[in-house]
């Protein structure tokens, strides 16, 4: 009876092991190419694939969201940070790492109303200025021109844009002769989301 108690648990214990090897070794897949090198969670993989996102890469999921054109709130929330971005589909949490040297800034000018906040949020976040054209000037504090292109804010009164990490500088937006400018910074502390733009 000892000899097969010991035999069972022996056995369980190879097949236990097995199994988890045989999930690190399917779960790992070929290592994509340095561009887009981030590992996406299962949690991450199954609530991106429920949006219609899945085989998205981080940036694209994250343009999708900004410039999904259905009223706010969405039905996942998503917050840009700055090297992740967290999803939440209210019943599972999970990340999408943002890897690489780009920051992303979401702004939302305003003329009478807009709301505080810091962290995007692609799925709740709504501006005043819809599909309204406008442009847009990014200049860093050591002169550089990062960012300088015409635009039309998304349904949520949003325009995103890209700009290197770790630098400091202006966004300025101009629409019919009114503009604004605000300060921004794109380090670890920085604000993906601005609301503080007023056009007058």
């Known amino acids: 009876m000892n000899r097969a108690r010991i035999a069972l648990l022996i056995a369980v214990s190879l097949l236990s092991l097995g199994a988890v090897a045989g999930c690190s070794t399917a779960t790992e897949p070929t290592p994509p190419p340095p561009a887009a090198s981030q590992s996406v969670s299962g949690d991450a993989e199954a609530i991106l694939s429920a949006q219609g996102l899945s085989g998205k890469s981080p940036r694209e999921v994250i343009e999708a969201l900004d410039q999904d054109p259905s009223a706010r709130p969405l039905s996942l929330m998503a917050s840009v940070r700055y090297d992740e971005v967290m999803l939440d589909d209210g019943t599972t949490e999970a990340t999408l790492p ?30 005043e200025l819809t599909n309204t054209d406008v442009h847009i000037t990014v200049v860093s504090e050591d002169g550089e021109t990062l960012v300088d292109e015409d635009a039309t804010t ?42 503080t733009l007023q056009l007058i």
């Open 154 to 195: 998304y349904t949520n009164g949003f325009v995103g844009f890209w700009v290197p990490k770790d630098v400091k500088g202006t966004v300025t937006v101009t629409k019919d002769g009114k503009t604004g400018e605000v300060a921004f910074s794109s380090d670890p502390e920085g604000a993906t989301c601005i609301t």
């Open 98 to 127: 943002l890897d690489g040297d780009e920051f992303y800034i979401s702004v939302a000018p305003y003329e009478n109303r807009t709301h505080d906040c810091y962290f995007h949020s692609l799925g709740t976040c709504q501006g």
